[in-house]
C-alpha cells in the first residue's frame, strides 16, 4: 500500500503493468456495468478460449493449475500496487475475481452450462462473503483483495463439485 504522494511517483512503465495485471487485462475498466461482474464473465471466456487453444480441453491439466497460481502471485502484487489508503480494493482491480472464478470451476467440465452455473455461484458467494469470508478480505493490501475471492472460490468449488458428484456422475 502506497501514499499518495508515493504514487505520484511510481514507475511509468511498473503502474502500467501493474494497473493491466490488476484490472484483468482492462476488464475492471468496463463502464457500464459491476466491475466485478465484467471481470468474471471475462475469465471465464479467457478460460474457455486458453481450454480450447492451450489446454487441449482437459480443463483441469497442469497447466490451468500453473495459470491460476501465476495469476495469483500477480494479482497480490498488481492489486497491492493499486491499493491505497482512501480506497481499499479499488473496482476496477478484478484480477481477483478471474483467480477466483477460475478456482470455483475447477474440476468441473469445460461445458457452458457448468461454466454459467460457476459464474452465478462464485458472483453470489463473492458477494455475500459467507463462513468468514468477509474477515479474509480486510487482510492488508493485495493479500485481502485475493484471498477473499480464492475463498469464495474455494467454496463455490465444493458446492458445485458436490451438485456435480450428486447428481451428475
Known amino acids: 500500500m ?4 508515493a504514487s505520484s511517483q511510481k514507475n511509468p ?11 484483468g487485462l482492462g476488464s475492471g475498466k468496463w463502464p457500464f456495468v459491476a466491475p466485478a461482474t465484467v471481470g468474471t464473465f471475462a ?4 478460460y474457455w478460449l486458453l481450454d480450447a487453444a492451450v489446454f487441449n480441453g482437459e480443463g483441469d491439466s497442469v497447466w490451468f493449475f500453473a ?3 501465476v495469476v495469483m502471485v500477480a ?18 482491480g478484478v484480477i481477483d475475481e478471474w483467480v477466483g472464478v477460475w478456482v470455483t470451476v475447477l474440476f468441473l467440465p469445460v461445458t457452458w ?5 460457476g459464474f452465478f455461484v462464485f458472483r ?7 463462513l468468514g469470508v468477509r474477515r479474509i478480505e480486510a487482510w492488508p ?7 477473499d475471492d480464492i475463498a469464495a472460490g474455494v467454496l463455490g468449488a465444493v458446492l458445485l463439485n458436490a451438485v456435480r458428484l450428486a447428481f451428475f456422475a
Open 124 to 130: 453470489a458467494l463473492d458477494i455475500l462473503k459467507p
Open 43 to 46: 475469465a471465464l471466456v479467457a
Open 75 to 92: 494479482g497480490i502484487w498488481a492489486t497491492d500496487y493499486i491499493d491505497n489508503p482512501g480506497d481499499h480494493d479499488p473496482k476496477r
Open 141 to 147: 493490501g493485495g493479500w485481502g483483495i485475493m484471498f
Open 67 to 69: 495459470l491460476i497460481a
Open 13 to 23: 512503465v511498473v503502474s502500467f503493468i501493474a494497473e493491466t495485471i490488476a484490472t
Open 113 to 117: 452450462p457448468w461454466m454459467i452455473a
Open 2 to 5: 502506497s501514499s499518495p504522494s
